[in-house]
């Protein structure tokens, strides 16, 4: 069997050998790091991203190995995550690597090593994995507010900011993660998003 390509005789240039070279060129391109989105204004998200963006080598994103939050920010450790980004048959998933003690208290356990989509209810996992593919995918940075119930059923507000790391500068492998909390739900939040009738608390834990 022969491999047939379609060339331009004329530029003695065929496609398939037009296609490695854009593709050569697109890896070559520095990447633009993403902005602090404008709702992520606690001073925590701002030394966090601060962090993220000065660990990144020129033109790349900064990877796992770049990052050194116990040195760089220790005050911030325990609120700080990492997920490892798994590509799957049906799409993105996500790992819990590491995680800090804020959420280890909030959700009452410590979720290391279990995916996220196992950790939340159904009707909230489609929406927090496209959050976090959409991270991967595009290399942006994602800011979440959500209203929750912890596992002592006390009502708070969690903010969380999600960032892309890449191991080769390029292809988003973990998922770089601060959370923030507040314990001012608003008395609307507190309507929507009281207890489930089977008594399990209701809101997005991760």
Known sequence: AYEIYQCDWSS??????????????LNTQPISLPDLPEGASDPAFREFY?????ASPPGLLPGRQ???PVARIPWLVANLALFDVV???????FRVSQIGELMVNVTGSDPTGRFVDDLIKPEFRSRVNAAFAQVARERVAHYWENPMWTHQNDFIRMRRLALPLA????TVDMIFA???RSDEPTAEEHRLEGPAGDGRPRGVRL
């Open 12 to 25: 003695d240039v065929c496609s398939s050998d037009l296609a490695v070279r854009r593709k050569r060129a």
């Open 50 to 54: 601060d962090h993220w963006r000065r």
């Open 66 to 68: 770049h990052i050194d």
């Open 87 to 93: 590509p799957g048959k049906e799409g993105l998933r």
């Open 167 to 170: 191991g080769d500068g390029r």
């Open 178 to 180: 601060c959370y923030v």
